[in-house]
């Protein structure tokens, strides 16, 4: 029979989840109106001058920014992902495939499910036929890629630019044609995408092409995954002959339960003679939605015959046209998405798709480009490691491409897919939000306003339980706020309870960097206050031991899904009231002294006879090989950053190095950042940098294009997550920066991997102040970190 623990295990391959000091002396900060002293010293002449020029915007042509696949990859293609924060779509080799795409918080709600990303009806295909010949007759789309048949194949993916470039010579049956495609969706136009097609056939003849609008069937079968025990959901599966295993190259394990939600077209038109095709849609008992394409033809090229085709699963505009061999036909597929809240219907996305053809490609491509240009200035730029550098660039880009400017919208641990289903976890808070702060503020402002938009949801769910304030979901739909962990999994929504704390220390950090007080009254201090009451009516009071204990949680090691005292929790809830006091006294308003009362006397586990902290309390066996062995190492978390002596520090370090380092199970990239941050508040670089380094060496960065899994085996792929933690180790970690009151602190000596002379993070935002922050070797061959204003306007 399977049990609990095994059938929570199977949802999520962090075991038990669903499909998831020290002070250095202080006088050294940054703030808002002035430089770090006395640093630049020690810095040789030349090197600032190496460092100046880092400054300078990258050419687009830096190998830095280049990621490409060649044929030796048809067996092995990971896809990549094209997206600009609003909506999103994977690639395939051809680079004329229908791919499916997703939109941000739109979200299909089947009754007896959970909720689950919706797939917009895809918009990336053209397919490409020569016509009848003795073998028959073939769409590019539907040949096998053979490296025979597909000659001098490359696919790069641009990260500066953000596009997706793809070049071949394809064979078809003695009729060649050398094909070009190039796809983007648009940085500066969010609703906006394109593919454009240029073929030289070397050929006279007919040739047929189709611009097709994909519309997917809804997918089959579905689980009532919010009803279904687990062992019930592991039948199902099983019945419908299914499998929760990973399958090569690129389906995740649990793709059996990460599906696709439906989008049901309401509304299609085709016009031929425009070259348009539009349609309006509604997510399963969600929002509404609406597409368009705009077709443009090569100049003088007057189709020999020109249709819409419908079907239930296809509206497309079908043309025929007369090529000549040598001549160079470019088409162009403009398309625009919105949804409600977010745009107008399929007339106005008609017209802006119109507009866009009239404008050009040319147009629309370069101002996307110049819109991912302006965001690469701030950027972290390593010397004496290429492979680094792409990777650091991959992961920027990823990350990017899944969250937005200026909203209140959050990112699912997988961004725009449907790995965790789109669900909002602490992810969102403790992993992705620091490693925008510092480079991209405005993004990291929409995941911590996400919060405060779905407060009353929070709130409902604390009153439902008889707690004071806010119980923020464990799983939360990015649009609702609601609670989403399947019934299978049910235990982690009520247990995994930290993520209260993440979400509240979120909020003061973005007020530490920002010192915008007005947002600070109107988002973060309500948001704040309610999780201090939560905490302060969650904790329990023990008169004889005479402190507060947090009992019933699910660990940060979330194998241990029923245990009192986890340290994680602990100190995370007893900061989260901390901060909620000092907010307080920053907007002077009344602060409850039960919150401090309740922080004072909050239990954190300790081993007296060993000196070092606990995972948990001592009364739970830690006799699991589970997937992260320790959490200790979260306790550095930058956000977090538990104030520890040296002796402690490093005694927790050795600890948890046992169980983490003989651990069995697949390397989780999640809890490669912890270690490496770790490492470098202790001072060591070869340490830092080996855990660094596993980034790149543990088999969870797939090629071609470096999409990062949650682990080796299982994947469960665009982790943004673990992104988040690999550019957090060198924001934080190798700089030893942390944001406190006064500012952009240097608490700890920064370090350099051995490998790399220096690094720089441009264009740090600050208070509405910008700064270069470079990490290089001094004369003595220390680590040495100096600050500078930043090139350029905001």
């Given at each position: 029979?399977?049990?609990?623990?095994?059938?929570?295990?199977?949802?999520?391959?962090?075991?038990?989840?669903?499909?998831?000091?020290?002070?250095a002396?202080?006088?050294t900060?940054?703030?808002?109106?002035?430089?770090?002293?006395?640093?630049?010293?020690?810095?040789?002449?030349?090197?600032?001058?190496?460092?100046?020029?880092?400054?300078?915007?990258?050419?687009?042509?830096?190998?830095?920014?280049?990621?490409?696949?060649?044929?030796?990859?048809?067996?092995?293609?990971?896809?990549?992902?094209?997206?600009?924060g609003y909506?999103?779509?994977?690639?395939g080799?051809?680079?004329?495939?229908?791919?499916?795409?997703y939109m941000?918080?739109?979200?299909?709600?089947?009754?007896?499910d959970?909720?689950?990303?919706?797939?917009?009806p895809?918009?990336?295909?053209?397919?490409?036929?020569?016509?009848?010949?003795?073998?028959?007759?073939?769409?590019?789309?539907?040949?096998?890629?053979?490296p025979?048949?597909?000659?001098d194949?490359?696919?790069?993916l641009?990260?500066?630019?953000?596009?997706?470039?793809?070049?071949?010579?394809?064979?078809?049956?003695?009729?060649?044609?050398?094909?070009?495609?190039?796809?983007l969706?648009?940085?500066?136009?969010?609703?906006?995408?394109?593919?454009?097609?240029?073929?030289?056939?070397?050929?006279?003849?007919?040739?047929?092409?189709?611009?097709p609008?994909?519309?997917?069937?809804?997918?089959?079968?579905?689980?009532?995954l919010?009803?279904?025990?687990?062992?019930?959901?592991?039948?199902?599966?099983?019945?419908?002959?299914?499998?929760?295993?990973?399958?090569?190259?690129?389906?995740?394990?649990?793709?059996?339960?990460?599906?696709?939600?439906?989008?049901?077209?309401?509304?299609?038109?085709?016009?031929?003679?425009?070259?348009?095709?539009?349609?309006?849609?509604?997510?399963?008992?969600?929002?509404?939605?609406a597409e368009?394409?705009?077709?443009?033809?090569?100049?003088g090229?007057?189709?020999n015959?020109?249709?819409?085709?419908?079907?239930?699963?296809?509206l497309?505009?079908?043309?025929?046209a007369?090529?000549?061999?040598?001549?160079t036909?470019?088409?162009a597929?403009?398309v625009?998405?919105?949804?409600?809240?977010?745009?107008?219907?399929?007339?106005?996305?008609?017209?802006?798709?119109?507009?866009?053809?009239e404008?050009?490609?040319?147009?629309l491509?370069?101002?996307?480009?110049?819109?991912?240009?302006?965001?690469?200035?701030?950027?972290?730029?390593?010397?004496?490691?290429?492979?680094?550098?792409?990777m650091?660039?991959?992961?920027l880009?990823?990350?990017?491409s899944?969250?937005?400017?200026?909203?209140?919208?959050?990112?699912?641990?997988?961004?725009?897919?449907?790995?965790?289903?789109?669900?909002?976890?602490?992810?969102?808070?403790?992993?992705?939000?620091?490693?925008?702060?510092?480079?991209?503020?405005?993004r990291a402002?929409?995941?911590?306003?996400?919060r405060?938009?779905?407060?009353?949801?929070?709130?409902?769910?604390?009153?439902?339980?008889?707690?004071?304030?806010a119980m923020?979901?464990?799983?939360?739909?990015?649009?609702?706020?609601?609670?989403?962990?399947?019934?299978?999994?049910?235990?982690?929504?009520?247990?995994?309870?930290?993520?209260?704390?993440?979400?509240?220390?979120?909020?003061?950090q973005?007020?530490?960097?920002?010192?915008?007080?007005?947002w600070?009254?109107?988002?973060?201090?309500?948001?704040?206050?309610?999780v201090?009451?939560f905490?302060?009516?969650?904790?329990?009071?023990?008169?004889?031991?005479?402190?507060?204990e947090?009992?019933?949680?699910?660990?940060?090691?979330?194998?241990?899904?029923?245990?009192?005292?986890?340290?994680?929790?602990?100190?995370?809830?007893?900061?989260?009231?901390?901060?909620?006091?000092?907010a307080?006294?920053v907007?002077?308003?009344?602060?409850?002294?039960?919150?401090?009362?309740?922080?004072?006397?909050?239990?954190?586990?300790?081993d007296?006879?060993?000196?070092?902290?606990?995972?948990?309390?001592?009364?739970?066996p830690?006799?699991?090989?589970?997937?992260?062995?320790?959490?200790?190492?979260?306790l550095?978390l930058?956000?977090?950053?538990?104030?520890?002596?040296?002796?402690?520090?490093?005694?927790?370090?050795?600890?948890?190095?046992?169980p983490i380092?003989?651990?069995?199970r697949?390397?989780?990239?999640m809890g490669?950042?912890?270690?490496?941050?770790?490492?470098?508040?202790?001072?060591?670089?070869?340490?830092?940098?080996?855990?660094?380094e596993?980034?790149?060496?543990?088999?969870?960065?797939?090629?071609?294009?470096?999409?990062?899994?949650?682990?080796?085996?299982?994947n469960?792929?665009?982790?943004?997550?673990?992104?988040?933690?690999?550019?957090?180790?060198?924001?934080?970690?190798?700089?030893?920066?942390?944001?406190?009151s006064?500012?952009?602190?240097?608490?700890?000596?920064?370090?350099?991997?051995?490998?790399?002379q220096?690094?720089?993070?441009?264009h740090?935002?600050?208070?509405?102040?910008?700064?270069?922050?470079?990490?290089s070797?001094?004369?003595?061959?220390?680590?040495?970190?100096?600050?500078?204003p930043?090139e350029?306007?905001?």
């Amino acid at each position: 029979m399977i049990g609990k623990a095994a059938s929570v295990g199977a949802w999520r391959a962090r075991p038990g989840w669903w499909p998831r000091t020290e002070r250095a002396p202080t006088g050294t900060l940054l703030d808002s109106t002035g430089l770090l002293d006395g640093l630049t010293r020690c810095l040789p002449w030349l090197l600032a001058c190496a460092a100046f020029a880092l400054s300078a915007p990258a050419s687009a042509t830096d190998p830095g920014f280049l990621l490409t696949a060649t044929a030796r990859d048809f067996s092995s293609y990971f896809p990549t992902q094209l997206g600009n924060g609003y909506f999103a779509t994977l690639s395939g080799p051809r680079g004329t495939e229908g791919n499916l795409s997703y939109m941000v918080a739109f979200m299909d709600y089947a009754k007896g499910d959970i909720s689950r990303p919706a797939a917009v009806p895809g918009w990336s295909g053209i397919d490409y036929s020569t016509g009848h010949s003795a073998a028959g007759h073939f769409w590019l789309n539907q040949v096998a890629l053979d490296p025979l048949v597909f000659r001098d194949y490359r696919q790069v993916l641009d990260l500066h630019d953000g596009t997706l470039t793809t070049r071949y010579r394809y064979d078809d049956h003695g009729r060649a044609t050398q094909v070009q495609v190039t796809s983007l969706v648009s940085q500066a136009s969010p609703h906006l995408a394109v593919t454009q097609l240029s073929i030289t056939p070397e050929f006279d003849g007919q040739v047929e092409l189709s611009f097709p609008l994909d519309l997917w069937a809804p997918h089959q079968p579905r689980f009532d995954l919010a009803e279904l025990t687990g062992e019930q959901m592991q039948e199902a599966v099983a019945a419908n002959n299914l499998t929760l295993k990973a399958i090569p190259p690129a389906t995740p394990d649990r793709a059996a339960l990460w599906y696709h939600g439906d989008t049901r077209v309401l509304d299609g038109h085709g016009d031929a003679q425009a070259r348009t095709l539009s349609l309006d849609g509604r997510a399963e008992q969600g929002l509404a939605m609406a597409e368009a394409i705009a077709v443009a033809l090569p100049e003088g090229l007057v189709p020999n015959d020109a249709r819409i085709y419908r079907s239930p699963w296809r509206l497309s505009l079908e043309l025929k046209a007369t090529v000549r061999k040598g001549h160079t036909y470019t088409f162009a597929k403009f398309v625009a998405l919105s949804r409600e809240g977010w745009g107008g219907d399929a007339k106005a996305d008609l017209a802006l798709v119109r507009k866009a053809r009239e404008d050009g490609f040319a147009r629309l491509r370069e101002a996307h480009v110049a819109a991912w240009q302006k965001l690469w200035r701030s950027d972290i730029r390593i010397e004496g490691d290429p492979e680094a550098q792409r990777m650091v660039h991959s992961d920027l880009y990823y990350l990017l491409s899944n969250v937005t400017p200026g909203t209140a919208w959050p990112s699912g641990a997988c961004g725009l897919t449907p790995g965790y289903a789109g669900h909002v976890f602490w992810d969102n808070d403790t992993w992705l939000f620091p490693a925008l702060l510092l480079l991209h503020p405005e993004r990291a402002r929409s995941l911590v306003d996400f919060r405060s938009r779905t407060l009353p949801a929070a709130q409902a769910r604390a009153r439902e339980r008889g707690l004071r304030g806010a119980m923020y979901p464990w799983e939360s739909d990015p649009l609702r706020g609601t609670e989403q962990t399947p019934h299978a999994a049910y235990v982690l929504g009520e247990r995994e309870i930290h993520v209260n704390a993440d979400v509240a220390i979120a909020q003061w950090q973005y007020w530490l960097a920002s010192g915008d007080k007005a947002w600070l009254r109107d988002h973060g201090w309500p948001v704040m206050r309610a999780v201090a009451d939560f905490w302060a009516s969650r904790a329990t009071w023990i008169p004889e031991r005479r402190r507060y204990e947090i009992l019933h949680v699910t660990s940060v090691d979330e194998d241990y899904n029923d245990v009192p005292n986890d340290t994680f929790t602990n100190v995370s809830a007893r900061k989260a009231l901390q901060l909620a006091t000092q907010a307080a006294i920053v907007l002077g308003e009344p602060a409850d002294p039960h919150w401090a009362e309740v922080a004072g006397k909050l239990y954190i586990p300790l081993d007296a006879k060993t000196g070092h902290h606990l995972d948990f309390d001592p009364s739970v066996p830690h006799d699991i090989d589970s997937w992260g062995g320790s959490s200790l190492p979260m306790l550095v978390l930058p956000t977090l950053d538990l104030p520890m002596d040296p002796g402690l520090r490093r005694r927790d370090y050795d600890y948890a190095m046992a169980p983490i380092t003989q651990s069995h199970r697949d390397p989780n990239s999640m809890g490669l950042a912890p270690m490496a941050i770790y490492a470098a508040t202790l001072g060591d670089a070869a340490a830092a940098g080996a855990w660094f380094e596993r980034n790149r060496t543990a088999g969870v960065l797939q090629p071609p294009f470096n999409v990062r899994t949650e682990t080796p085996n299982n994947n469960t792929g665009y982790f943004v997550t673990a992104a988040g933690g690999l550019l957090q180790t060198i924001e934080y970690g190798f700089t030893g920066l942390r944001l406190q009151s006064g500012g952009l602190v240097q608490a700890y000596a920064p370090v350099l991997p051995p490998a790399w002379q220096s690094f720089t993070m441009t264009h740090v935002a600050l208070r509405g102040a910008y700064y270069d922050i470079t990490v290089s070797r001094g004369r003595d061959g220390r680590a040495v970190l100096t600050r500078r204003p930043a090139e350029g306007t905001p």
